[in-house]
């Protein structure tokens, strides 16, 4: 059965840091792209970052919002996605998802965790 | 970055009722557009890809079709499960982006 729990999440003041993780099981992580994708309470979804496999060198995309203060990484050998979040504003109060690229790409998210709050509030 | 526009932004129906959403790009997306389905309190979950691909384990109800930058997600008798907020996604390109949403509710 394919799980993905994310984990890490909670309140910070403005200007602070979180680092969120995902850990993956029942599927082969490193064969797959992951993302992240938020969602502010009460509004829609927007994908936040892209982290793709090995033998695409593990290269990275981001949204503009968070470009520079966000960094995904992975670790294959303990199927663990990660987001390192700094500086963070108040509007980046959000539940944060963890999210699976199906395998052929370009591909949709197939697979989604329940998803960990992050709350930026002082 | 490529916008995503749904409509209706909500949706009223009955039980058995056929509805349908439409979601329109802002450029061409070459058919890579998802829709996905959220219910209250829980993750997305995914029903279309490339635009009109079932996804394994989604009811044949569910229907997607459309091209170019015009999109649409059909179902074609409404059960209760079906009552939800659903999402188009376009991933053709970065930033990948998601409809502002519709939300399906009961009459």
């Known amino acids: 059965e394919v799980q993905l729990v994310e984990s890490g999440g909670g309140l910070v003041q403005p200007g602070g840091s979180l680092r969120l993780s995902c850990a993956a099981s029942g599927f082969t992580f490193s064969d797959h792209y992951m993302d992240w994708v938020r969602q502010a309470p009460g509004k829609g979804l927007e994908w936040v970052a892209r982290?793709?496999?090995?033998?695409?060198?593990?290269?990275?995309e981001y949204a503009g919002s968070v470009k520079g203060r966000f960094t995904i990484s992975r670790d294959d050998s303990t199927n663990s996605l990660f987001l390192q979040m700094n500086s963070l504003k108040t509007e980046d109060t959000a539940m944060y998802y963890c999210s699976r690229v199906a395998v052929v790409v370009p591909a949709a998210n197939d697979f989604w965790g329940q998803g960990t709050l992050v709350t930026v509030s002082s | 970055d490529i916008q995503m526009t749904q409509s209706p932004s909500t949706l009223s129906a009955s039980i058995g009722d056929r509805v349908t959403i439409t979601c329109r790009a802002s450029q061409s997306i070459n058919g890579w557009l998802a829709w996905y389905q959220q219910r209250p309190g829980k993750a997305p979950k995914l029903l279309i890809f490339?635009?009109?691909s079932l996804e394994s384990g989604v009811p044949s109800r569910f229907s997607g079709s459309g091209s170019g930058t015009e999109f649409t997600l059909t179902i074609s008798s409404l059960q209760p499960d079906d009552f939800a907020t659903y999402y188009c996604?376009?991933?053709?390109?970065?930033?990948?982006?998601f409809g502002q949403g519709t939300r399906l509710e009961i009459k």
């Open positions: 982290i793709r496999n090995k033998v695409k060198g593990y290269t990275t």
């Open positions: 996604q376009q991933y053709n390109s970065y930033s990948l982006t």
């Open positions: 490339k635009a009109s």
